[in-house]
């Protein structure tokens, strides 16, 4: 497979619940090496307790849990390298410095920022640091090709921690297709009929 991407999550991308699942279980299995910040956190578990009513307890521990699976995810002093990204929306300049970060401590030449505000990055600054943005879907269907054992396994995986209640890889294709990722459910809900889990 190769070294895993780095990615950061933008909050849009943490903030539904089975995007979120799924791109944990992708941490998990080590097919991509996922980041945050504690802003980042904050923002997708605020418009959950805020649209949702969920209590911020069950967030809290959504949040632990997460930190914990994804080993090194939590990224810090990433606020020095917000002055790099002028062009960029104010309101994300500290995603684009977080995957900064996150590329210069992994040593990878590129990461990239998993988000559906794309209109937010300016292309050419990120460019020039080893940036790049691109949505949740494309990101995953470009991973699928790549790494195709290795993504149906965290979506079966996904599918499998799923209690309460418990669906079919059927239903978890059409939830991820509600919340945007219709490219990857099409190709994901095709690779996965052709194999049993």
């Known amino acids: 497979m190769g070294k895993p991407p780095v990615v950061v999550l933008d909050a849009c991308v943490l903030y539904p619940a089975a995007q979120r699942d799924l791109f944990m279980w992708l941490a998990a299995g080590g097919v ?44 810090r002093g990433y606020r020095r390298y917000e002055r790099w990204f002028p062009k960029t929306d104010a309101k994300d300049r500290h995603v684009a410095a977080a995957a900064l ?36 879907d494309a990101f ?17 995986r996904m599918r499998d921690n799923l209690r309460n209640p418990s669906k079919t890889s059927r239903e978890c294709v059409e939830t991820l297709a509600a919340q945007g990722l219709k490219a990857f459910s099409r190709m994901i ?3 996965i009929g052709k194999r049993k889990p």
């Not at 605020?46 to 521990?61: A, F, H, K």
């Not at 505000?117 to 460019?127: H, I, S, T, W, Y």
């Open 140 to 156: 995953l269907c470009r991973l699928l090709a790549k790494s195709p054992e290795e993504v149906a396994a965290a979506f079966f």
């Open 189 to 191: 809900g095709e690779s």
């Open 101 to 136: 970060a996150a590329r210069k401590r992994s040593g990878a030449e590129q990461a990239t920022i998993v988000s559906w505000n794309l209109k937010d990055f300016d292309r050419k600054e990120l460019a020039t640091v080893g940036l790049v943005a691109e949505s949740p």
């Open 32 to 75: 991509v090496r996922a980041h945050w910040t504690g802003e980042i956190h904050a923002e997708w578990m605020r418009n959950v307790e805020g649209d949702y009513g969920i209590s911020r307890d069950v967030l809290e521990r959504v949040r632990t849990l997460m930190d914990r699976s994804a080993g090194d995810a939590l990224i």
